[in-house]
């Protein structure tokens, strides 16, 4: 037998549509065999909280150890889990193809997949989920929606807290009036004939969050791509259905899928990359509707197309080479890569990416932030979130840099948040506001 990680991970398909996934008595005994590796491995003790939880569940029940634990008490761990992968791609010895066959991440997304399917009570915190209604009904209204949800308004911030169960602490994504699709459509861009990528068609998959909230990442990525002769289409069907899959809601996050790679299939065909603008969804499309539908043949087609953001411009500059008049950013760079983008199995891109930015050597961050997604946010978790985050909150303190990037908008917001609550009796400067690396590209260039 070769022990773990000598070889590189395997992940299997989800077998949701088999009775035997949804069996109860097959899912204690399964958490119950990798909770006792885990347990006799402890690898992981200083990703997220589940396994801090796990731990102490088994240190508490004495000899007995996990056959002192009952199986109501392993909610808390599932409920600690953020579904990063970390655990799985970067830490545990156990994964496939070793014969334990661990996957922890996966496990805890079968749990909360029961639990969702058994659940008939209607929560006010799950409509928070619901991006793209939310998304085209606040666009209209965005500075009274961005008002409301403002850390400083004291009066709707400890309501939305007291009925949906959202820390008022907690930093909420912004609305924008015009969405990145409609920008697009508004304001085309002439493409580089003589750049050396010239001939190069993507299409964009929006994303929800660069969509209705930060339409500026889009922005910068088609202006890199077309002063790159890249011709670039804007395309947004759908959310991808992360926040649904970290629910457990597998049939809505199935229906995303076959929806999405139904409308991108046209440009596939026609020769066009997918880039996805940030990594949460490019995860998805690439790595789990596949294993979630690996025998669609669109939803396989789009993962061999799809490419993240940063990967897709290092891919240029290592085939056809970059434009030449990126100049050196002032001030230190600071670029945290999220944990998404590392679960993708496809190196560190933004951190290679920003090293093509001339006498700007980026400091780079490998350590998750934290957040989460919609599960940072909640009262039950924040305090958590940033606990797990205060190690990357203290790195992007110590180092001062006037440029903050992560490609995740949402860990970027919550690692600024960290670094406020370490700096607040300090009167220490604050970094500029965190970006997207293809922002610091597109400044770099001039285009923005």
């Given at each position: 037998?070769?022990?773990?990680s000598?070889?590189?991970p395997?992940?299997?398909?989800?077998?949701?549509t088999?009775p035997?996934?949804?069996?109860e008595?097959?899912?204690?005994?399964e958490?119950?065999r990798?909770?006792?590796?885990?347990?006799?491995?402890?690898?992981c003790?200083?990703?997220?909280?589940s396994?801090?939880?796990?731990?102490?569940?088994?240190?508490?029940?004495?000899?007995a150890?996990?056959?002192?634990?009952?199986s109501?008490?392993?909610?808390?761990?599932?409920?600690?889990c953020?579904?990063c992968?970390m655990c799985?791609?970067?830490k545990?010895?156990y994964?496939p193809?070793?014969?334990?066959?661990?996957?922890?991440?996966?496990l805890?997304?079968?749990?909360r997949?029961?639990?969702?399917?058994?659940?008939k009570?209607?929560?006010?915190?799950?409509?928070?989920?619901?991006?793209?209604?939310?998304?085209?009904l606040?666009a209209p209204?965005?500075?009274?929606?961005?008002?409301?949800m403002?850390t400083?308004?004291k009066t709707t911030?400890?309501?939305l807290?007291?009925?949906?169960?959202?820390?008022?602490?907690?930093?909420?994504?912004?609305?924008?009036q015009?969405t990145l699709?409609a920008?697009?459509?508004?304001?085309?861009?002439?493409?580089?004939t003589?750049?050396p990528?010239?001939?190069r068609k993507?299409?964009?998959?929006?994303?929800?969050i660069?969509?209705?909230?930060n339409?500026?990442?889009?922005d910068a990525?088609?202006?890199?791509?077309?002063?790159?002769?890249?011709?670039?289409?804007v395309v947004?069907?759908r959310?991808?259905?992360?926040?649904?899959?970290?629910?457990?809601?597998l049939?809505?996050?199935?229906?995303h899928?076959?929806?999405?790679?139904a409308?991108?299939?046209?440009?596939?065909?026609?020769?066009h990359?997918v880039?996805?603008?940030?990594?949460?969804?490019?995860?998805?499309?690439?790595?789990?509707w596949?294993?979630?539908?690996?025998?669609?043949?669109?939803?396989?087609?789009?993962?061999q197309?799809t490419?993240?953001?940063s990967?897709?411009i290092?891919?240029?500059?290592?085939h056809?080479?970059?434009?030449?008049?990126?100049?050196?950013l002032?001030?230190?760079?600071?670029?945290?890569l999220?944990?998404h983008?590392?679960?993708?199995?496809?190196g560190?891109?933004?951190?290679?990416?920003?090293?093509?930015?001339?006498?700007?050597?980026?400091?780079v961050i490998?350590?998750?932030?934290?957040?989460?997604?919609?599960?940072?946010?909640?009262?039950?978790?924040?305090?958590?979130a940033?606990k797990?985050g205060?190690?990357?909150?203290?790195?992007?303190?110590?180092?001062e840099?006037?440029h903050v990037?992560?490609?995740?908008?949402?860990?970027?917001?919550?690692?600024?948040?960290?670094?406020?609550f370490?700096?607040?009796?300090?009167?220490?400067?604050?970094?500029?506001?965190?970006?997207?690396?293809?922002?610091?590209?597109?400044?770099?260039?001039?285009?923005?």
């Open positions: 037998m070769r022990e773990g000598l070889d590189a395997v992940r299997h398909p989800l077998n949701w088999q035997e996934f949804w069996d008595a097959a899912l204690d005994a958490m119950r990798v909770f006792d590796i885990c347990h006799g491995c402890r690898r003790f200083n990703l997220c909280d396994f801090p939880r796990l731990f102490d569940l088994v240190d508490a029940a004495g000899d150890e996990l056959a002192g634990v009952v109501a008490d392993f909610k808390p761990v599932v409920d600690a953020t579904l992968d799985f791609m970067s545990c010895p994964v193809p070793h014969p334990f066959d661990v996957d922890f991440p996966h805890m997304l079968r749990y997949a029961i639990e969702f399917r058994k659940e009570s209607f929560k006010l915190s799950d409509q928070l989920i619901e991006t793209d209604r939310n998304g085209k606040a209204v965005a500075p009274i929606a961005n008002w409301a403002s400083e308004n911030r400890p309501l807290e007291k009925i949906a169960g959202v820390d008022r602490r907690a930093a909420l994504p912004k609305f924008h015009q699709v920008q697009a459509k508004k304001n085309p861009l002439p493409v580089n003589k750049a990528a010239f001939g993507v299409v964009l998959y929006a994303t929800c660069a969509n209705y909230n339409p500026a990442i889009g990525a088609r202006r890199v791509l077309a002063h790159n002769g890249v011709d670039c289409q947004y069907p959310c991808c259905g992360m926040p649904h899959l970290e629910r457990g809601d049939d809505r996050v199935a229906n899928a076959r929806e999405v790679a409308s991108l299939k046209p440009y596939i065909e026609q020769g990359d880039v996805a603008l940030v990594p949460s969804c490019a995860l998805m499309l690439k790595f789990e596949p294993l979630l539908l690996p025998d669609d043949p669109d939803v396989k087609a789009l993962a197309a490419f993240d953001a990967e897709y290092v891919d240029i500059a290592k056809e080479g970059l434009v030449d008049g990126l100049s050196a002032d001030g230190g760079v600071v670029v945290h999220a944990c983008a590392r679960a993708q199995n496809m560190a891109k933004a951190a290679d990416m920003l090293r093509l930015i001339p006498g700007t050597p980026p400091k490998e350590r998750c932030s934290g957040h989460g997604g919609s599960w940072g946010i909640m009262k039950q978790n924040f305090d958590v940033l797990v205060r190690p990357v909150a203290r790195q992007v303190a110590e180092a840099p006037s990037a992560s490609e995740c908008p949402l860990a970027a917001a919550h690692i600024m948040q960290g670094v406020e370490l700096q607040k009796d300090k009167n220490a400067t604050q970094p500029n506001s965190p970006v997207h690396p293809i922002e610091l590209v597109a400044r770099a260039y001039g285009l923005v």
